[in-house]
């Protein structure tokens, strides 16, 4: 809802399971909505322009990217970030897979690999390592060589699977 010349937003998310209001200027990304209005610094923003994945999110449980789109089009919508991942009883199995497999370094492109590799394995629990690949396309790291990534998407299938 527009109040007026100010062009600002009233909008409402479901964030991390919890509903938040939070008034918005028109142009403002999710991203900076989430890290700035909201304080939730997990969601990294790496290239501003959609490439290197660090931004995913995930909107009624499908990755997007936030630097991509404007949080006033996120309103009545559910969204999950790297902080609302984990259960009420720890870290995810995604989570746990990432820190046992060793498939991170410096970082920062994590959030955007947990949250895409959330959805993936929702989507397809058992996925070949051609299916991996593919599900991970969208995420660039510098400094792992992706072979520990891949290691840690099939230990979180096994974990979830252990879990069911």
Do not use: W
């Not at 990217?65 to 902080?83: F, N, P, Q, Y």
């Not at 996925?127 to 520990?148: A, F, K, W």
Request: charged share 20%; glycine share 12%; proline share 4%.
């Amino acid at each position: 809802m527009s109040t007026g010349t100010d062009s600002s937003h009233e909008i409402t998310l479901g964030v991390n399971g919890t509903a938040r209001r939070v008034r918005v200027p028109g142009r403002r990304l999710l991203s900076d909505c989430l890290r700035h209005d909201l304080g939730l610094t997990g969601t990294h923003v790496g290239c501003e322009h959609g490439v290197c994945g660090c931004c995913t999110v995930l909107l009624d449980g499908r990755p997007v990217r936030s630097c991509l789109m404007l949080a006033v089009t996120a309103d009545g919508h559910e969204i999950t970030t790297v902080e609302g991942l984990a259960g009420p009883d720890g870290m995810s199995p995604v989570q746990r897979a990432f820190g046992e497999s060793h498939a991170l370094q410096c970082g920062f492109c994590t959030p955007g690999f947990l949250c895409t590799v959330t959805a993936l394995l929702e989507e397809n629990p058992a996925p070949t390592d051609e299916e991996v690949l593919e599900g991970i396309s969208g995420n660039l790291c510098r400094c792992t060589g992706y072979q520990n990534i891949v290691k840690a998407v099939h230990r979180a299938a096994e974990l979830r699977a252990e879990e069911s």
